[in-house]
């Protein structure tokens, strides 16, 4: 609302005042092939709720986001691919891009990047041309074939009117009327549809209402200004429809421009200011003011890159921030926000300079404006406008003039590269051309003195005294009173030869001289008190050498411009604080600087103006707001010494491409929130589809994020900040950057949040957010950690309760293995200790002998015990096979000298089946007890052994025919009673069966 009051008032006071902008013109930015756009043939243009521009062009749709276009090319829709060339644009309320094409309409969901074709009867085609939402949503369409249809977003129906035949009734245009209506143009005229009752009113050419012009043909554009008039754009010109007097005419005041009443107008366009925008078909752009009726006009200039694309308008539109955007057959053209604030005065043929090449300028009590250029000196007055230009005056030429200085009464000092200075005066009146010009000269002991001087600045000071600064003699002062002149350069003060650049002085009335060689302040009594050179050790000096330019703020601060930037000087200070791009200047070489009338410095540089703005938020306090091109300035690089600050408080600049004026004051602040968007999400390099939310495996942990802030006059001046939460707690700067990249994130739910701040300081009013989710992997989930714990302590607890059994099996083991040697192996060396004894006690031969023989049988059965007890230890012996071979050994050797016959039958389906030590002892030892007690006691002729194993158990069958066991000896004996006990100790099941004629001994073992 602010930048609407400014710029209405701007325009009014411009073109209804004598002030400033007699001749107004359109400057533009030119978007071609080169900038990313999909075609130069631009159809129609649209803007989206995110800010976004989109460009209907004729190879496909582009998307504008201030810096960069994405186009969308070919693309298919349910199998169908949209066409390229696309001829109409809008977006609707849910932030839908409808896209009219010669083939139907698709629409594309803007914040998904999702398209779908809008679904019309079979045997329709519709070629739609515009587009327009009422208030209950309904979706009307002007087509070019089919008439005025309307889409109602519930019952998905389409309604259908048709305008007389075609081609008459072609439908090429509609746009919203007074409350709750609508104007429809078509080839045949013009009409009025009242949407609620859906009736219509036709307004048709031929009814005798058009007066002042021929008849209207054929309807191509329409628009409607802030007091109810339609104005049309039609093959034969332009009109006006005013409802209250229900005629149609042509409108008055286009004297200057008689092209606008015959030529084809392709596109009518009203502004928010009230500006009525007219597109012709080869004749270039017009803008009428139509508070005023002035009418200006742009057309393509090939030398001025700064001018319309191509004279064949499209089509118009002006974005929320109030910029107009011009669509052409050759490209897409932009009239910056400040276009209308920054005046320009060039070469040109009826109003402007006599060259655009400005070294010098000053302004008058008169309110002329003094211009020096290359080629000479023009005076230019706004008001009444008028340019006067001069080449020689009484033979002077009037060239190279470096400076100007106003003297009051009409009188400047014109001050040249090799001529001098001239007192110059306008005589007559305001319709004269006649400037009277006297050489400045006095009598000095080198007569031509003066004459021969190159003069680079001109300076009055406090006193009135003149100050005159060369480019190679030094610095001289001429007094008051005119008659005498004192040179500023004794011995040892300015170097031979320094340079000049400026002259100006502080309130205490010390002159500040800035030099190529250094910086300089003398005295009022032009004694010298400082001067200033760079250090390279020390940080607070002069920055460079070369002093560009100087002024002093309300404050008495000094502001220097240099070749390295700006450098700051405080009162009472010889301590320089220097300014770079790193606080905001579009370049360091800064050539000269003014101060507003609020106090502040603007900077010129090679690549636009800097105006200085407080920052406490800054530690040097201070940041710099820059203005270039693309914001309307009509040229960037500044030429050194050419500024000039007038008393109404006007800047003028002068460059390589003319004269640069305009109000600082007038200039707003954009004040409004940019809105940021999240344009493109790539997930290691591959773009990830635009979603609300996204969810990515543990592997897919690299992520960019690409954003921009929809400002198409600073883009590339936007900051940025961004957090990732929960990693950031506080906001990150991206600076100018626009892409930032995660990279090995771990799994969790993470928020991506972006900012954006303007180069006025406004930041977004709310940060653009992405959610996202990287899922953790199977090992690295809650519930496989816990189940892994579980693992760990039962396998802990197995490996514990192993651990156990095998220490409580050794101990078994040792328990029985010391329980053997000493029940058998201990008890027999027992008694061969006794019969030794007995021995030694002198027993006769015969007992001798007798004693020996016992003493030898026992020590054979403790080396067959020992035997024995090795072998069931011995843990190359735990396959079944070695016990069998075992069995089978002990039972050969015990029948081998015995008439008893002997049996062996083994049926082993896996030899190499591995028993453990414990089993294997007590399995032997039980067929060793039983062979035993069939050799000694049985008297059997016939033993036999089987063995087999079947599945998972082990079956041990000792049999024989001899006489069976005594009853006593089934219960009582301790043989009988071991193989049970050993039995038991196994798990294994021993059943003895024994009768005359048949002993049998089984053990079934599971094993």
């Known amino acids: 609302m602010q930048l609407k009051k400014y710029l209405s008032a701007l325009i009014l006071s411009l073109l209804m005042t004598s002030g400033l902008y007699p001749q107004q013109t359109l400057r533009f930015q030119r978007y071609l092939l080169d900038s990313g756009i999909s075609d130069l043939t631009i159809n129609d243009i649209t803007q989206d709720k995110n800010g976004f521009l989109w460009m209907a062009t004729r190879d496909g749709l582009s998307r504008f986001d201030g810096k960069n276009f994405h186009v969308y090319r070919r693309v298919e829709i349910a199998g169908r691919a949209m066409p390229g060339n696309l001829d109409a644009l809008y977006c609707d309320r849910e932030n839908r891009i409808w896209i009219g094409t010669d083939s139907g309409v698709f629409i594309l969901d803007a ?20 587009f327009y939402e009422d208030s209950s949503g309904v979706v009307w369409m002007a087509a070019w074939n089919q008439g005025l249809l309307a889409w109602n977003p519930l019952t998905k129906n389409i309604q259908q009117w048709r305008f007389g035949k075609n081609p008459d009734g072609i439908v090429t245009t509609i746009l919203p009327g007074k409350a709750g209506h609508l104007w429809i143009c078509s080839l045949s005229g013009l009409y009025e549809m009242n949407l609620k009752s859906r009736e219509l009113r036709a307004i048709p050419f031929q009814s005798g209402l058009l007066k002042k012009s021929a008849e209207i043909r054929q309807i191509f554009s329409a628009a409607t200004d802030s007091l109810g008039q339609v104005w049309l754009g039609s093959a034969s010109g332009l009109a006006v429809y005013t409802p209250t007097a229900g005629e149609i005419i042509q409108p008055v005041g286009l004297n200057d421009f008689p092209i606008l009443l015959r030529s084809m107008i392709r596109k009518v366009y009203v502004d928010r200011e009230q500006q009525l925008w007219i597109g012709s078909q080869g004749y270039g752009l017009f803008r009428q003011t139509l508070s005023t009726g002035q009418i200006i006009r742009a057309v393509h200039q090939p030398e001025n890159q700064l001018s319309l694309s191509d004279d064949f308008i499209q089509t118009m539109f002006q974005d929320r921030d109030r910029q107009m955007w011009i669509g052409t057959g050759s490209g897409l053209n932009q009239v910056p926000r400040l276009s209308a604030v920054f005046g320009h005065l060039r070469q040109e043929n009826g109003f402007g300079l006599i060259d655009n090449l400005v070294h010098s300028v000053a302004v008058d009590e008169a309110g002329r404006i003094w211009v020096g250029t290359a080629q000479g000196l023009s005076i230019v007055d706004f008001s009444p406008a008028k340019a006067r230009h001069f080449k020689q005056i009484s033979g002077l030429p009037l060239k190279g003039i470096n400076a100007l200085l106003p003297l009051g009464q009409g009188e400047m000092l014109l001050g040249f590269n090799s001529g001098g200075i001239i007192r110059a005066v306008l005589k007559g009146s305001s319709d004269s051309n006649r400037l009277q010009a006297t050489r400045l000269e006095f009598p000095f002991s080198q007569p031509g003195f003066l004459s021969g001087l190159k003069v680079t ?27 005498s002149i004192t040179r500023v350069f004794p011995s040892g003060v300015l170097p031979s030869g320094t340079m000049i650049v400026q002259i100006v002085q502080s309130a205490n009335g010390q002159v500040w001289v800035a030099t190529m060689r250094g910086l300089y302040r003398f005295s009022g009594q032009l004694q010298l008190e400082k001067s200033y050179q760079p250090d390279e050790g020390n940080p607070g000096s002069l920055p460079f050498r070369a002093v560009e330019g100087l002024a002093f703020d309300e404050k008495q601060r000094l502001w220097v411009a240099t070749a390295r930037g700006v450098a700051l000087l405080q009162p009472d200070s010889d301590k320089f604080t220097l300014f770079d791009r790193r606080d905001g200047l579009p370049d360091i070489f800064c050539k000269s600087v003014l101060v507003d009338p609020q106090g502040w410095p603007w900077f010129a540089t090679r690549f636009g103006l800097a105006r200085v703005i407080p920052d406490t938020a800054r530690p040097k306090g201070f940041r710099f707001r820059s203005y270039q091109s693309t914001e309307g300035l009509p040229f960037d690089e500044i030429l050194p010494q050419s500024a000039f ?153 197995l490996f514990y309760r192993y651990r156990l059994r095998q220490l409580l099996a050794v101990e078994k083991l040792r328990t029985r293995i010391a329980s053997d040697l000493h029940d058998e192996i201990g008890a027999s060396l027992t008694k061969i200790s006794m019969d030794a004894q007995l021995l030694q006690a002198g027993l006769q031969r015969k007992k001798v002998s007798e004693m020996l023989e016992s003493m030898a049988r026992k020590s054979d059965e403790v080396v067959h015990k020992l035997s024995d007890i090795v072998w069931s230890v011995d843990a190359r012996n735990d396959t079944l096979g070695n016990l069998v071979e075992r069995i089978r050994d002990f039972a050969s050797g015990l029948f081998s000298e015995m008439e008893t016959g002997l049996r062996f039958n083994q049926q082993l389906s896996n030899p190499q089946r591995v028993i453990g030590a414990e089993l294997r002892h007590h399995v032997f030892l039980i067929s060793k007890e039983a062979l035993n007690n069939a050799a000694r006691h049985a008297a059997a002729t016939s033993v036999e052994v089987r063995i087999e194993d079947s599945g998972d158990r082990l079956l041990l069958e000792i049999s024989d025919n001899g006489c069976g066991l005594p009853e006593t000896q089934r219960t009582y004996g301790n043989g009988l009673r071991n193989m049970q006990m050993r039995a038991t100790r196994i798990n294994a099941q021993l059943r003895i069966t024994s009768q005359p004629g048949n002993t049998r001994i089984s053990l079934s073992i599971k094993l």
């Open 111 to 130: 914040g998904r990047a999702e398209f779908h074709r809008l679904a019309l009867p079979d045997t329709a085609v519709f070629d739609v041309e515009e």
């Open 457 to 483: 600045d001109l300076f009055r000071d406090h006193l009135g005294r003149l100050w005159i600064g060369t480019a190679d003699s030094g610095l001289m002062v001429i007094d008051t009173a005119g008659k």
């Open 645 to 797: 600050a007038d008393k109404q408080g006007l800047f003028y600049f002068g460059g390589l491409s003319g004269l640069l004026f305009f109000k600082p004051m007038d200039i707003p602040a954009m004040t409004v929130p940019p809105e940021v968007n999240i344009t493109a999400v790539y997930l290691f390099d591959q773009p990830v589809s635009e979603t609300a939310k996204a969810r990515f495996s543990h592997a897919e942990n690299t992520l960019r994020f690409d954003f921009a802030a929809a400002d198409f006059s600073g883009a590339h001046k936007m900051k940025y900040n961004y957090r990732l939460s929960p990693v950031d707690r506080e906001w990150k700067p991206a600076g100018q950057n626009r892409s930032v990249i995660f990279a090995r994130l771990r799994p969790g739910k993470y928020s991506f949040e972006v900012q954006a701040e303007n180069e006025d300081g406004v930041g977004s009013s709310r940060p653009a957010v992405y959610h996202f989710q990287i899922r953790a992997a199977f090992w690295q989930t809650w519930w496989f950690r816990l189940l892994f714990v579980a693992m760990l302590v039962w396998a802990t607890g």
